[in-house]
């Protein structure tokens, strides 16, 4: 069993920078992909960035420009550095790791963008 951990949450002011951190514990074998999702109050899950094994990134076009996803894969790590944040970016951001035919998921770490 995969245990998925995030952390690095927390209250920022608009403009500000947060990075989100989200460890993989356990036996992986053939890992494919990491990805961080987000959900608003009322609203539905959302994929907002993915890295696979080889370092392909995707974004979605609200965070493009502003967000980085990195990973250590040695340490089946991965990393979300939000700059530029935005009070719509107010979320539960969650974290997705997909190995072999498996796909595993954190409690998710909650982001307050207000001033």
């Known amino acids: 069993q995969v245990h998925v951990v995030e952390s690095g949450g927390g209250l920022v002011e608009p403009g500000g920078s947060l990075r989100l951190s989200c460890v993989a514990s356990g036996t992986i074998s053939n890992l494919y992909a990491m990805a961080w999702y987000r959900q608003g109050s009322g609203k539905q899950r959302t994929l907002i960035a993915s890295?696979?094994?080889?370092?392909?990134?995707d974004y979605a076009d609200s965070v493009k420009g502003r967000f980085t996803i990195s990973t250590d894969n040695a340490k089946n790590t991965a990393y979300l550095q939000m700059n530029l944040l935005k009070p719509e970016d107010t979320a539960v951001y969650f974290c997705?790791?997909?190995?072999?035919?498996?796909?595993?998921w954190g409690q998710g770490t909650q982001v307050t963008v207000s001033s």
């Open positions: 890295i696979t094994s080889n370092g392909v990134q």
């Open positions: 997705n790791v997909i190995w072999g035919e498996f796909s595993d």
